[in-house]
């Protein structure tokens, strides 16, 4: 007959503490119906726009926000400038991120010793989180986990490899954060129904965890 004493065995990792919860959105509010009225203005003319604009109501999207004005879609902008706009754009959001995480927490930022950065929406080298560190003055000896093109799964798995540091690092304190900047994705010259589809669905924003063993 075996008996448990409900203790975890010495061998095996203790169970992540999650610290901390905080998310950051950029300053620009679009209700739906105002991006309706400018996609019908930016796809006047094309021959599925009256069968696809009731995707925007099925949606359930009433309000998102954007790291670029409504305004910005009325030129045609490059990738190099709508990559300069996703870098400056996303470190705000990922710094601000932050900030409310060491607040909520009571931690201070020379308590970081590890983070991990998903995100697909843009491309940035050096990388975000190497930037957030030479932003905030955290440590030098902060490691570092970038994850690139992983979508939607991005944060799930971000938050997975998060949570294992955490848990076999004892009293590591590790910071996962998120930022995608879907608004800049947008293609004015492109009337497929996808990018129509990404459109009604996606805005831009942060959120991160902070996490110990």
Known sequence: MSTSTGCIPASMPAPPRLLALATAVPPYRLDQEDVVERVKLLFDGSPNLDRLLPVFTNSGIRTRYSCVPIEWYDRVHGWAERNRAYVASALDLLEATTRRLLGRSGRDPDEIDGIVVVSTTGIATPSLDALL????????????????????????????????????????????????????????????KSNLVATALFGDGAAGALLSS
């Open 133 to 192: 560190i030479e932003r905030m003055k955290l440590r030098r000896t902060v490691w570092r986990l970038p994850i690139f093109g992983l979508g939607c799964a991005g944060g799930v798995i971000g938050l997975e490899r998060a949570a294992s540091r955490a848990a076999v690092a004892l009293g590591e304190t590790v910071l996962f954060l998120v930022v995608e900047l879907c608004a800049l994705s947008f293609r004015r010259n492109d009337w497929s």
